[in-house]
């Protein structure tokens, strides 16, 4: 049986036009946060195409719902908010910082532990894996000039200067 898609290994820039133009219209027109977007969630088909993957925890914006995602790529707040045990305020900025984050984690390669969700908080170490992350993305999340301003352009979920940005990377 052959498989339908292929893990990403590298990303493309008509890979990036595809998947930010792809979050606007879900952001824009259907309301609808991905929560988990992470290098393990982008596919490639047979035609080459990218694909965003697992869309299982989706929400619409605005919802309450629990926490779910990579805690890796979550933006700050996200993790101020699991800190403080406090409510998500889920929306198209989130996508687009965990995209950043996984962008980031995906051309350096830095070493950073992955844990899974359930045994973080199995193991009781939550808070000390939030603070681990934290402090990581406080010194890795800017180092340049240019990834502070995609920080910028994603945190003011600006797409069409987001994707300009990124292109430019390529």
Same mark, same amino acid.
């Given at each position: 049986?052959?498989?339908?898609?292929?893990?990403?290994?590298? %990303? $493309? *820039?008509?890979d990036i036009e595809r998947i930010?133009?792809?979050?606007?219209i879900v952001h824009s027109q259907y309301h609808i946060i991905h929560r988990? %977007? $992470? *290098?393990?969630?982008?596919?490639r088909d047979d035609n080459g195409n990218i694909l965003i993957a697992d869309?299982?925890?989706?929400?619409?914006e605005g919802d309450n719902m629990p926490f779910a995602g990579a805690l890796e790529c979550m933006p700050d707040d996200v993790l101020e908010s699991l800190d403080n045990?406090?409510?998500i305020n889920y929306n198209p900025r989130?996508?687009?910082?965990?995209?950043?984050?996984?962008?980031?984690?995906?051309?350096?390669?830095p070493v950073m532990e992955r844990f899974s969700f359930d045994k973080v908080l199995e193991n009781g170490n939550f808070k000390e894996r939030l603070q681990e992350i934290?402090?990581?993305?406080?010194?890795h999340g800017n180092s340049s000039e240019w990834w502070a301003t995609i920080y910028q352009e994603a945190n003011e979920a600006n797409y069409d200067n987001l994707l300009r940005n990124l292109i430019n990377f390529f």
């Open positions: 049986m052959t498989p339908l898609c292929m893990k990403v290994k590298n %990303l $493309r *820039k008509e930010i133009e792809t979050l606007k988990d %977007l $992470r *290098k393990y969630n982008f596919l869309w299982g925890y989706s929400v619409t045990n406090e409510a989130m996508d687009l910082i965990c995209l950043v984050r996984s962008l980031y984690l995906m051309f350096h390669n934290k402090t990581f993305w406080s010194s």
